[in-house]
Structure formats: structure tokens, C-alpha cells
């Protein structure tokens, strides 16, 4: 399939043969899952010039979690509202090394079995390989005993290293990145994929990333999810050199070419339309463009505060009320994908 040709198409029959696909794969059913975020530090020695969570050791609010601290705050929202998966995840801090990841893992599996660990990213694995003069795979290794059960795709935003070069300098590059997915798929760790558009980049970047998860995906099979969302400008320095983002209907070509193009041997059976990041509405709309998964109710969502005090979606009941809304049936689905036990609230 040519990528190129599809993201250049006109954008309501692209979102038609999207949805064609999206009816027969999953109906009017859209999944959403019961999870929190744990940013466990937001020290971070990359500094993207994208993102507005990084703080630099000895800024006034800097903070690192400690492990009995984060575990108790993953009890606590499990507590309150019943938990199928804790995303974690934050900046590369070097005074944080792997056993920290495997006290944490181990003791929110002690204590909570029933939660999923959805955690760190290639840039914190290639970190931690550094840091602890160990490969991919060892690191891989021992998060997988520790209690990791899946990655996600953080890092990932454009895999074009002349893209990656402008937005963050200092952070790995694509090949890396889709090495080190290709690394944890081989060790049965199933991971998603991501893509954040809307800065520097253009189209022939858009179709470059997803021809090179596609590609990936063949030889794999261990990418369950595609995730795209729009870059932020406010609170960070790109925002100075992006005056007008693109928004919302280049979120819906993207995610139908993303449904269009994983499929037949690269396929990644979800796309998903994170609320959070694109923004309820443009959410919703994505529905009809492919998606088929709404993502999670991310309780305790640090990185992007101010979107989600524009968009208050404080429970599992308000994320079923968007999807009704929408006109979809809400499902609740665990770590996998599955259809998950009903949860509280
Ligand atoms: S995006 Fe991640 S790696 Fe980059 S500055 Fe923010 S926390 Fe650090």
C-alpha cells in the first residue's frame, strides 16, 4: 500500500473506507480502559523543546517519587476507582536506575496482581542500557521478571531523524527506537505505537513514520495499538516556531490512513483516539474515521494538565458518556484489548 498516495487522498472517502473497515472489524462497539498515569519524576536531562513537563534538578518544582510513594498512590486510585492498568512513565532523571523500576513493578504486583504495568519507553530502556552497561534485551529482561507487561510507544513522535533533530536533539533516533520495539517484541512484550504531528514536520514525514511501523509490524506482530495525536504549543519552546498547529483534520487523515495502512500482514488491529490528547470532540469524530479505541480514563495524568482542565473527564462514566455520545457502545477492555471486568467508577 502506498502511504503517500492514502494520506494525499481526498479526506471524506479516505474516512469512509476507514470506517468500512472499522464497522466490519469492530461494529459500533469503541473499548476505552480503566488506568492512571504514575509520572514518577518529571527531572529530565533530554529537554525536548516540545513538551512542557521537563524540570531541570534543583527547579523549585522538580520532584521524584519514592517507590513506597508511587506504590501508594497506585493503591489509593485503585482503591477509588478500580484499576486495569497503571501507565508508567517519566522524564530521564540519572539518579533513577533500573532497580528502582523493579522495586516499584514488584511491589504494585504484590500488592495490586490485578493491575497491568504498562511502562517506560525505548528512550528509557536505552537510557537504563547506558546507565547500567546492559543491551536492550537485558534491561527488557529483567523490567519482563519485575513485573512489566507492555510498552508503550513514548518517544516515538516522528521517526524521521531530520524531524527528530529540530523537536529534540538529544533524544535517540528512529532506527533506535523501532530497535528496541523490535527488541521487546521478540521477548513477547507486546508495545504501541505513537506519532505526534503538528510541528515541523510535513506529509512526507507523516507517510515515512507509518511506512516504518508498518514495516516493523510485519516482521513482529507485537504492535497492538497506533496512537497519533497533535502537538501542543503551549508551555514549550517549539511553540515559538510553530505558529498554527494542525489540528483536528489532520488528526482524521491520519488516523484513517493509519486504519488503511496496518492492515494484511502489517496489521495493528487498534487505532486509538485518546480523548486527552486530541480533545473529546475531535475524539469522538476519530470514531468514524477508524478508530476504534478511545484509550484510557488516565487518572492522575500529569504531562498534559492543561488539557485536562479544558476537557474535565474525571471517571470510566464520563469516558462511556463521550462514546455514547458519539454514538458507539462503550466497552471496557483490559491491558489486551480484552473485554475487562466491570469496574467502579
Ligand atoms: S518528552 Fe520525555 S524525554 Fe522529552 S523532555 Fe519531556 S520527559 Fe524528557
Known sequence: MDVGEL???DLWELGMEAWRLRTKLYGRTATYISSMVLNYTNICVVECDFCPFWRARGDGDAYALAVGDAVKRVLAVDAEHGLSQVLIQGGINPEIGIEYFEELFRAIKAKAPHIAIHALSPLEVDYL?????M??????????EAGMDSMPGGGGEILVDRVRKEISPKKIGAEVWLRIMEE?????IPTSATMM??????PEDWAEHIRKIAELQRKTHGFLAFIAWNYEPEGNRLGAKVRYPRTSATLLR????????FTGES????IQSSWLTNGPESAELAMYFGADDFGGTLYEEKVLEGQRRRSPIATRKDVEE???RAGFQPVERDNWYRPARPGRG
Request: glycine fraction near 12%; charge should be positive; charged fraction near 30%.
Open 129 to 133: 542500557s547506558r546507565r547500567e552497561r
Open 254 to 261: 491520519i488516523v484513517a490512513a493509519a486504519r488503511l495502512a
Open 197 to 202: 504531528y503538528g510541528h515541523v514536520e510535513g
Open 135 to 144: 543491551t536492550w534485551r537485558e534491561v527488557l529482561e529483567r523490567l519482563r
Open 322 to 324: 463521550l462514546i455514547r
Open 267 to 270: 496489521f495493528i488491529p487498534h
Open 7 to 9: 494520506l494525499g487522498r
Open 184 to 188: 521487546a517484541h521478540g521477548l513477547g
